[in-house]
């Protein structure tokens, strides 16, 4: 099937993003969120990033204005039944992610594809509640997803082949790297990332280094283009300790556990740039 229709299911930050690649790349997208507040708040972040591409002279004010008239907003599953594709990105949790797929299959046409940009979490876990399991695969997009250029393929056991090769097309066709994967706990980047960037953030404590000089550590001697403190806090250290939870309980070793000091640093609302405090300070 050609994938002419997109439906995002959260307009967080990561759903908001993916609306607006998919947007950049020419489809109908039709953005869900749980009430018109936010809703109408993922369309002000999407306008405003789309705004800032004419101001830097990397797309044309009709052309925005075309990506702005092709988004749709709703509160509304139902206003999904026509999408060829429907992503959902709502929170990682496994029963919030359930309880929307479930929804969605009484609401998609039989040929409609689901994906889940879950980054942690069994696509194969999340595929059950679908009542089409051979329908559904991972499309697990990076933060900001408006720039960074991967986007992991995921497919399960009961993944029909022609589903996977369109989803696997639709990433090509948004300009991102598409690479293919199986439903194995964090993927590739995340199954090799994590447990490396907790080894840095342990080796704060254990070798009394600073962030600072962490970082520039790791940059200048294994030319990592952003340390590992910063990307932490990029990503969000939340979502970071969240993901490592996941790992440890999947595979139960050592280094998938999120460090003391991360889950400290959560639960004191130091979530890094979103909050304006992680392991730096952010004005911006």
């Known amino acids: 099937m050609e994938i002419r229709s997109v439906g995002v299911v959260g307009l967080g930050t990561m759903g908001a993003g993916i609306a607006q690649v998919a947007l950049e790349a020419g489809f109908e997208v039709v953005g869900r969120e749980v009430n018109a507040e936010l809703g109408e708040k993922a369309r002000g972040r999407i306008e405003h990033f789309l705004t800032?591409?004419?101001?830097?002279?990397?797309?044309e004010s009709t052309a925005r204005d075309g990506m702005a008239g092709r988004l749709h907003v709703t509160t509304e599953l139902d206003d999904l039944a026509?999408?060829?594709?429907?992503?959902?990105?709502?929170?990682?949790e496994p029963g919030l992610k359930r309880e929307v797929f479930g929804a969605l299959n009484?609401?998609?046409r039989p040929d409609a594809i689901l994906a889940t940009n879950t980054s942690a979490l069994p696509v194969t876990e999340?595929?059950?509640?679908?009542?089409?399991?051979?329908?559904?695969?991972?499309?697990?997009?990076?933060?900001?997803?408006?720039?960074?250029?991967?986007?992991?393929?995921?497919?399960?056991?009961?993944?029909?082949?022609?589903?996977?090769?369109?989803?696997?097309?639709?990433?090509?066709?948004?300009?991102?790297?598409?690479i293919r994967c199986h439903d194995t706990p964090g993927f590739v980047v995340n199954r090799v990332l994590i447990p490396l960037l907790n080894d840095c953030i342990r080796v704060l404590d254990e070798a009394r280094v600073t962030p600072e000089d962490l970082d520039a550590g790791m940059q200048g001697g294994a030319r990592w283009p952003m340390g590992p403190c910063a990307l932490v806090d990029l990503v969000g250290i939340d979502i970071h300790v969240h993901?490592?939870?996941?790992?440890?309980?999947?595979?139960?070793?050592?280094?998938?556990?999120?460090?003391?000091?991360?889950?400290?640093?959560?639960?004191?609302?130091?979530?890094?740039?979103?909050?304006?405090?992680?392991?730096y300070r952010y004005d911006d």
Do not use: W
């Not at 026509?82 to 990682?92: F, R, S, T, Y």
């Not at 996941?246 to 740039?273: D, F, N, T």
């Open 126 to 178: 999340i595929a059950a509640a679908s009542g089409r399991p051979e329908r559904v695969v991972g499309l697990h997009f990076f933060n900001p997803a408006p720039l960074m250029p991967l986007v992991e393929v995921v497919r399960t056991e009961l993944t029909d082949d022609d589903v996977y090769e369109t989803a696997f097309d639709f990433a090509g066709r948004l300009g991102k790297t598409p």
């Open 82 to 92: 026509g999408c060829d594709l429907v992503i959902e990105a709502v929170l990682e």
């Open 52 to 59: 800032r591409k004419v101001e830097k002279g990397q797309l």
């Open 243 to 279: 993901a490592s939870e996941a790992l440890y309980e999947a595979l139960r070793e050592p280094r998938m556990a999120p460090p003391a000091r991360l889950v400290r640093m959560q639960q004191a609302g130091l979530l890094g740039r979103k909050s304006g405090r992680g392991f």
């Open 106 to 108: 009484g609401i998609l």
